[in-house]
């Protein structure tokens, strides 16, 4: 005889709350002796890794212009040769020097985030056609139910850029410019705007 089914009752939404510096970012705030240093802080890079060496720094923005202090953002991309570090990539053996993936929490004081990474190399879209060079973001924060993904392109990638099919897909085309990180140097400065007439475009996925 067949059993009825029971369903469990969705829990009510939280936000991120201060919690996520606690169980991230320990070391951080203060929380010493779980282990030697937070997991993904410091730099993607060592002295073997492949490929040109930037910064990228920027800051969260709520909807009325402030940075915001407790965020915490996670950065996902290829190495130099377009490679993921990851056991599902069929293109060949990523860089072992380049981890591809790091955390940092924003700056208590000025809100930024800072990563000393390197420029990844151009990945294939599903239909094989090739992406401009790019870093994905994850961002959470109080206040954030769910976190927030999006991209960061690089403003010196022109030609890429305007191959990107991820790009062309974005209908109001102005609203491209908040995912280009600006190069100053060895430096790229990208913002990510929560709220408001700069708003950053997210991806949900």
């Known amino acids: 005889m067949a059993q009825p089914l029971g369903y469990l009752k969705e829990t ?11 169980g991230l970012t320990p ?8 282990s030697a240093e937070d997991l993904g802080s410091g730099s993607l890079c060592n002295d073997k890794t ?9 800051r969260v923005i709520d909807g009325i212009g402030a940075p915001l202090r407790d965020a ?5 991309q290829a190495d130099a040769k377009g490679l993921y570090n990851s056991p599902s990539e069929t293109g060949g053996r990523a860089d072992p020097n380049f981890p591809g993936w790091g955390r940092c929490p924003s700056n208590m004081e000025t809100g930024e985030f800072v990563f000393e990474t390197i420029k990844p190399g151009r990945v294939p879209f599903r239909d094989g056609r090739l992406m401009a060079p790019h870093v994905t973001l994850w961002i959470v924060a109080r206040g954030i139910n769910l976190g927030l993904q999006t991209r960061m392109y690089f403003s010196d990638e022109e030609a890429a850029n305007t191959e990107d099919p991820v790009l062309a897909r974005i209908e109001h085309r102005m609203r491209m410019q908040t995912l280009i990180g600006l190069r100053e140097g060895d430096v790229y400065h990208f913002d990510i705007h929560l709220q408001g007439e700069k708003e950053t475009v997210f991806f949900d996925i």
């Open 27 to 34: 070391n951080f705030v203060g929380i010493n002796g779980i």
């Open 72 to 76: 915490l953002v996670e950065i996902w």
């Open 12 to 22: 009510t939404s939280q936000t991120a709350g201060p919690y996520v510096h606690i």
């Open 50 to 58: 492949i490929g040109e060496r930037i910064t990228i720094k920027g």
